[in-house]
């Protein structure tokens, strides 16, 4: 019964560990753009937004110059 | 404090910034850590018009606040872009840097090519070593 139940529990740490890594690395890849004004305020634009998605390109642009790719 | 080596004390301070640029009011490249002068051209076109579409994105000269720096997050790296009144820096950085690190190393450049000291430099006590070299004692 022990077993049992420690076995479950094991299963269930597992899932939400995997869950939380697989949340963790969907975000990381995702593109966005963060925009910082004069008076501190932020606006995130995320990759599929419409900005983002003029903005992006460019960004990568700016990677690739400076890379020389 | 020059231009390129505000840039150079920078890529130094940070291992985290792979290169960067600087660019003057009238979009002319002032320094780079980039060996070649073409690449850093066109890295200081293509800042400029990321700069320029985050504007336009955000209503252009009608906005409410100025923009002053932005980042934009790929899986390849990042791209940073500060400005001042007078000068944009640029920065390619590893994937996922320490972000408000890397925007304190180049707000902390700008101020440096602008000449700002930073902060006083602390004197030597009286009685100290130091103190008796700086008033040219033995």
Known sequence: ?69 | MEAAQALADLTEISSQIESAILVDAQGAVVASTLGDPARAEAMARAARELLGAAERAMGGAESRERLVQLQSATPDGCVFVVRDEERVVAAVTVPQPTVGLVFYDLKTCLRHVAGEELAPKPKARAGSKKAASENGQA
Do not use: N
Not at chain 1, 45 to 68: I, N, W
């Open chain 1, 1 to 69: 019964m022990a077993r049992r139940k420690a076995l479950t529990a094991l299963v269930l740490v597992g899932s939400i560990v995997g869950a939380v890594a697989w949340r963790r690395r969907s975000a990381h890849r995702r593109e966005r753009v963060d925009l910082y004004f004069e008076d501190g305020s932020m606006v995130s634009l995320e990759q599929g937004s419409l900005e983002a998605d003029r903005l992006l390109p460019l960004a990568h642009d700016v990677l690739d110059a400076a890379r020389g790719s």
